[in-house]
């Protein structure tokens, strides 16, 4: 059984070592020997079936051993009459043979002659099992005959083979033939001698030859009826064994079934382990526990590992310490897991048990801890949380107990009073800790503020000038607790109170005399705002006859520039023929091109006073963004192409606004030519359009001068240019950005400029969705 075991030890390291440990030292062991029998149920139910097949086995079994036995016997009894029948051949001939060469004088010859002859011609080793050879001259008179059969001299050959044998016939050619010669029976060969002058007759008693074998028979049948008898004995043994066994199995079921129904309600299981093969043994509770099926084959130590949580000692580790011997028990806590997934904590108390003929097992019993471990974190938690609650308080807090020992106190109580660790350990005398205190300079008591006849109130000055407010209460289980604040801000707001009070006074007699003089300076205050109104009135009047005159000037410039403009257009078209000089169509250009410039900066001019006076209206509607834009640079293409600058433009499909169109078309024609303006021939200007959050983002990029940082904060401001060697010659009134950017605003938008000398500038404009939007 040992072999056996080691055998089939493949999933643990074998722990002969542990064979030196202790003895049993608990009554665990033997309950756990109720539950170290895996199959046992199996084999109660397979009872009945081995009762009824083992006399059938048994039967089988005798039958078998006497068949072959018989086998073997028969199989011998003719090995041995081949023998003898060829030994009974070969003497014959041998004696034939021997006499062969006296065949002239085969009838003189003496019979002691015959025998001595044939005696030292025939081997000895023929002449054994009582076999003899017999001379028969050819009358058929037996006249000689060696030692064994001197009786069958002077008999006839007649006697003992009949002269209708075969063998007296043909001889050795016949063969051996069994005679029945008296009440023996023999094996019988004959050879002839040559002229019929007589014949060699060698006979073998079958008895001699068959008596060892009988005795082997005799001793067989013996044998098998001593076998068989003890078989029987055995066969009854069980029958009345099996009975009492029986009795025995039903109650240890019931002893199995009490105990596994304790360990069940108990959240308990029973475990086996064989530490030399590695193999745990569980009992039914201990599935239960895991919410598994039970199983009635033991489990080896990998399939105990694949359950244990990974980060908790592992099982090798336990075996290990005990075959280095450094445990004999063991209480430990572990997780595994449940078969729904979660792990559940089990604590193991074990010991191990040792015997000279048994393995070494550590046996022991697990519990389930969980709820357990649970409710302690859960108390623990609630003591810290209480803990942390005292201690995060601002006031000082101590706990006593009936015997008026400390429970416990915050740092606050401890630092007030300038306690020493070891005087506020728990389990200290209040006296003790009271003379480890600072003594307070005033103590006086106050009146409850709750009404509590238990109650008691103090307030205490310490040594530092701070003050406490002590408010003490009795506990149910006949103790106090204490809450101390520092009420020391309040003591100094009650003086700073009192002092105020005196101050108030005297402030009232100064208020008093303050009265008369505040009521001249609202006198002074009500003429003062007489003045402002009519510089108010004053202000408006002059705003209003400078947009009536920006109204009229518009008129009375507009009329004699346009007459400029046309004019000039009719010479540059030389409408009434041709100009007599070159320089007067190069000054019918100037004129040109300088009403041009000045209508811009007049219209220009008065769009900024509409806005700044409130009077320019939006007439908002739908719109499509790629249309206005691809119109606005088609505008400005001329210009562009002029200087080689390339346009190109990349906007979102389908992305549509809710603005003023000539507005949003003069904010991208202002940008789009102070783009082309300010870009040096070769350049690019780039236009994208996306929609951002609620937002449509329109940026305008170029590769011009640029314009500095410092001057980044005056751009879009009314007549205001950022002037550099190349912006001069630019011209322009500075009101292009700034019409632009209170455009963008009415809309509820917003304009930003970043910009790098020599490297360009980016424009972005954010209009919202819903123009009542605004942005920053």
Same mark, same amino acid.
């Not at 309950?31 to 199959?39: D, E, G, I, S, T």
């Not at 064994?241 to 299981?269: F, K, N």
């Not at 202000?539 to 009329?559: D, I, V, W, Y």
């Not at 990029?701 to 005056?714: A, F, N």
């Given at each position: 059984m040992?072999?056996?075991?080691?055998?089939?030890?493949?999933?643990?390291?074998?722990?002969?070592?542990?064979?030196?440990?202790?003895?049993?030292?608990?009554?665990?062991?033997?309950?756990?020997?109720?539950?170290?029998?895996?199959?046992?149920?199996?084999?109660?139910?397979?009872?009945?079936?081995?009762?009824?097949?083992?006399?059938?086995?048994?039967?089988?079994?005798?039958?078998?051993?006497?068949?072959?036995?018989?086998?073997?016997?028969?199989?011998?009894?003719?090995?041995?009459?081949?023998?003898?029948?060829?030994?009974?051949?070969?003497?014959?001939?041998?004696?034939?043979?021997?006499?062969?060469?006296?065949?002239?004088?085969?009838?003189?010859?003496?019979?002691?002659?015959?025998?001595?002859?044939?005696?030292?011609?025939?081997?000895?080793?023929?002449?054994?099992?009582?076999?003899?050879?017999?001379?028969?001259?050819?009358?058929?008179?037996?006249?000689?005959?060696?030692?064994?059969?001197?009786?069958?001299?002077?008999?006839?050959?007649?006697?003992?083979?009949?002269?209708?044998?075969?063998?007296?016939?043909?001889?050795?050619?016949?063969?051996?033939?069994?005679?029945?010669?008296?009440?023996?029976?023999y094996?019988?060969?004959?050879?002839?001698?040559?002229?019929?002058?007589?014949?060699?007759?060698?006979?073998?008693?079958?008895?001699?030859?068959?008596?060892?074998?009988?005795?082997?028979?005799?001793?067989?049948?013996?044998?098998?009826?001593?076998?068989?008898?003890?078989?029987?004995?055995?066969?009854?043994?069980?029958?009345?064994?099996?009975?009492?066994?029986?009795?025995?199995?039903?109650?240890?079921?019931?002893?199995?079934?009490?105990?596994?129904?304790?360990?069940?309600?108990?959240?308990?299981?029973?475990?086996?382990?064989?530490?030399?093969?590695?193999?745990?043994?569980?009992?039914?509770?201990?599935?239960?526990?895991?919410?598994?099926?039970?199983?009635?084959?033991?489990?080896?130590?990998?399939?105990?590992?694949?359950?244990?949580?990974?980060?908790?000692?592992?099982?090798?580790?336990?075996?290990?310490?005990?075959?280095?011997?450094?445990?004999?028990?063991?209480?430990?806590?572990?997780?595994?897991?449940?078969?729904d997934?979660?792990?559940?904590?089990?604590?193991a108390?074990?010991?191990?048990?040792?015997?000279?003929?048994?393995p070494?097992?550590?046996?022991?019993?697990?519990?389930?801890?969980?709820e357990?471990?649970?409710?302690?974190?859960?108390?623990?938690?609630?003591?810290?949380?209480?803990?942390?609650?005292?201690?995060?308080?601002?006031?000082?807090?101590?706990?006593?107990?009936?015997?008026?020992?400390?429970?416990?106190?915050?740092?606050?109580?401890?630092?007030?009073?300038?306690?020493? #660790?070891? *005087?506020?350990?728990?389990?200290? @005398? &209040? %006296? !003790?800790? +009271? =003379?480890?205190?600072?003594?307070?300079?005033?103590?006086?008591?106050?009146?409850?503020?709750?009404?509590?006849?238990?109650?008691?109130?103090?307030?205490?000055?310490?040594?530092?000038?701070?003050?406490?407010?002590?408010?003490?209460?009795?506990?149910?289980?006949?103790?106090?607790?204490?809450?101390?604040?520092?009420?020391?801000?309040?003591?100094?707001?009650?003086?700073?109170?009192?002092?105020?009070?005196?101050?108030?006074?005297?402030?009232?007699?100064?208020l008093?005399?303050?009265?008369?003089?505040?009521?001249?300076?609202a006198?002074?205050?009500?003429?003062?705002?007489?003045?402002?109104?009519?510089?108010? #009135?004053? *202000?408006?009047?002059?705003?209003? @006859? &400078? %947009? !009536?005159? +920006? =109204?009229?000037?518009?008129?009375?410039?507009?009329?004699?520039?346009?007459?400029?403009?046309?004019?000039s257009?009719i010479?540059?078209?030389?409408?009434?023929?041709?100009?007599?000089?070159?320089?007067?169509?190069e000054?019918?250009?100037?004129?040109?091109?300088?009403?041009?410039?000045?209508?811009?900066?007049?219209?220009d001019?008065?769009?900024?006073?509409?806005?700044?006076?409130?009077?320019?209206?939006?007439?908002?509607?739908?719109?499509?963004?790629?249309?206005?834009?691809?119109?606005?640079?088609?505008?400005?293409?001329?210009?562009?192409?002029?200087?080689?600058?390339?346009?190109?433009?990349?906007?979102?499909?389908?992305?549509?606004?809710?603005?003023?169109?000539?507005?949003?078309?003069?904010?991208?024609?202002?940008?789009?030519?102070?783009?082309?303006?300010?870009?040096?021939?070769?350049?690019?200007?780039s236009v994208?359009?996306?929609?951002?959050s609620?937002?449509?983002?329109?940026?305008?990029?170029?590769?011009?001068?640029?314009?500095p940082?410092?001057?980044?904060?005056?751009?879009?401001?009314?007549?205001?240019?950022v002037?550099?060697?190349?912006?001069?010659?630019?011209?322009?009134?500075?009101?292009?950005?700034?019409?632009?950017?209170?455009?963008?605003?009415?809309?509820?938008?917003?304009?930003?400029?970043?910009?790098?000398?020599?490297?360009?500038?980016?424009?972005?404009?954010?209009?919202?969705?819903?123009?009542?939007?605004?942005?920053?």
């Amino acid at each position: 059984m040992a072999e056996a075991r080691r055998a089939g030890a493949t999933d643990g390291e074998s722990l002969s070592s542990l064979r030196d440990g202790p003895d049993w030292r608990s009554e665990l062991a033997g309950h756990a020997k109720l539950f170290a029998k895996p199959a046992y149920s199996r084999l109660v139910k397979a009872e009945p079936v081995l009762k009824r097949s083992i006399p059938v086995l048994i039967v089988l079994f005798l039958i078998v051993i006497a068949a072959a036995r018989m086998t073997d016997l028969l199989n011998e009894r003719g090995q041995l009459e081949s023998n003898a029948k060829q030994a009974t051949a070969l003497t014959a001939l041998a004696g034939a043979a021997a006499l062969a060469a006296e065949t002239e004088s085969f009838k003189s010859m003496h019979r002691w002659n015959v025998e001595l002859t044939i005696s030292d011609a025939v081997p000895a080793t023929l002449i054994t099992d009582g076999r003899f050879l017999m001379m028969s001259n050819a009358d058929g008179r037996i006249f000689a005959a060696t030692s064994s059969g001197n009786r069958f001299v002077g008999q006839s050959l007649e006697q003992v083979l009949p002269s209708s044998s075969p063998l007296r016939l043909f001889g050795v050619r016949a063969g051996v033939h069994k005679i029945r010669y008296g009440k023996r029976t023999y094996y019988a060969a004959q050879a002839n001698l040559p002229g019929g002058v007589g014949a060699v007759t060698a006979l073998t008693p079958a008895a001699r030859i068959l008596e060892p074998w009988k005795q082997e028979v005799s001793l067989n049948v013996t044998l098998f009826a001593a076998t068989s008898s003890i078989l029987l004995v055995i066969l009854y043994a069980y029958f009345t064994q099996a009975s009492r066994a029986r009795d025995a199995d039903a109650i240890y079921l019931e002893a199995h079934h009490r105990v596994d129904t304790a360990l069940s309600r108990g959240r308990c299981g029973l475990w086996d382990w064989d530490l030399d093969l590695g193999r745990l043994y569980w009992s039914r509770s201990m599935y239960e526990i895991l919410g598994r099926a039970p199983r009635d084959c033991v489990l080896s130590y990998r399939d105990v590992t694949q359950l244990m949580h990974p980060d908790d000692k592992s099982l090798y580790e336990v075996a290990r310490s005990i075959a280095r011997g450094q445990v004999t028990q063991i209480d430990h806590t572990f997780r595994m897991r449940h078969a729904d997934g979660h792990y559940i904590l089990l604590r193991a108390r074990g010991q191990i048990t040792h015997n000279a003929d048994e393995p070494m097992h550590l046996i022991g019993i697990a519990m389930d801890v969980t709820e357990q471990q649970r409710l302690a974190q859960r108390s623990v938690e609630a003591d810290q949380r209480l803990f942390d609650a005292v201690e995060s308080t601002s006031e000082s807090f101590v706990l006593w107990d009936r015997d008026d020992r400390l429970v416990m106190c915050n740092s606050k109580y401890q630092r007030i009073y300038g306690l020493p #660790d070891d *005087a506020v350990r728990p389990g200290t @005398a &209040k %006296s !003790e800790v +009271l =003379a480890a205190t600072r003594r307070p300079v005033v103590k006086k008591s106050v009146a409850a503020s709750d009404g509590y006849s238990d109650a008691k109130s103090l307030e205490v000055q310490l040594a530092d000038g701070r003050w406490l407010q002590i408010n003490e209460r009795a506990t149910r289980e006949g103790g106090s607790v204490s809450v101390g604040t520092d009420i020391t801000q309040l003591k100094r707001h009650q003086d700073r109170l009192r002092d105020s009070e005196r101050r108030l006074m005297a402030s009232i007699g100064d208020l008093s005399a303050s009265q008369g003089r505040l009521e001249e300076k609202a006198v002074e205050l009500s003429e003062l705002n007489a003045k402002f109104l009519a510089e108010k #009135d004053r *202000a408006e009047a002059a705003n209003k @006859a &400078k %947009s !009536e005159f +920006l =109204a009229n000037m518009s008129h009375e410039l507009r009329t004699p520039l346009n007459a400029i403009i046309g004019f000039s257009e009719i010479l540059q078209n030389r409408m009434f023929g041709p100009l007599g000089s070159e320089k007067y169509e190069e000054y019918a250009n100037d004129i040109n091109n300088s009403g041009k410039h000045l209508l811009g900066l007049i219209n220009d001019i008065l769009d900024m006073s509409k806005i700044e006076a409130g009077r320019l209206q939006l007439a908002c509607e739908r719109i499509d963004i790629a249309p206005l834009i691809e119109e606005t640079l088609r505008l400005v293409a001329v210009q562009a192409k002029a200087k080689s600058i390339s346009l190109d433009s990349k906007i979102s499909a389908g992305l549509t606004l809710h603005a003023d169109r000539r507005a949003i078309k003069q904010v991208l024609l202002n940008l789009l030519s102070n783009a082309t303006k300010f870009t040096e021939d070769g350049g690019h200007i780039s236009v994208r359009a996306r929609k951002y959050s609620d937002a449509v983002t329109l940026t305008i990029e170029d590769t011009g001068i640029g314009i500095p940082k410092k001057s980044l904060k005056r751009i879009g401001q009314p007549f205001e240019q950022v002037q550099n060697q190349f912006s001069k010659s630019r011209g322009g009134s500075g009101l292009g950005l700034a019409i632009s950017k209170a455009l963008v605003a009415l809309h509820g938008g917003a304009m930003k400029i970043r910009s790098t000398p020599d490297v360009g500038t980016i424009v972005s404009l954010r209009l919202p969705f819903n123009p009542h939007r605004k942005f920053r």
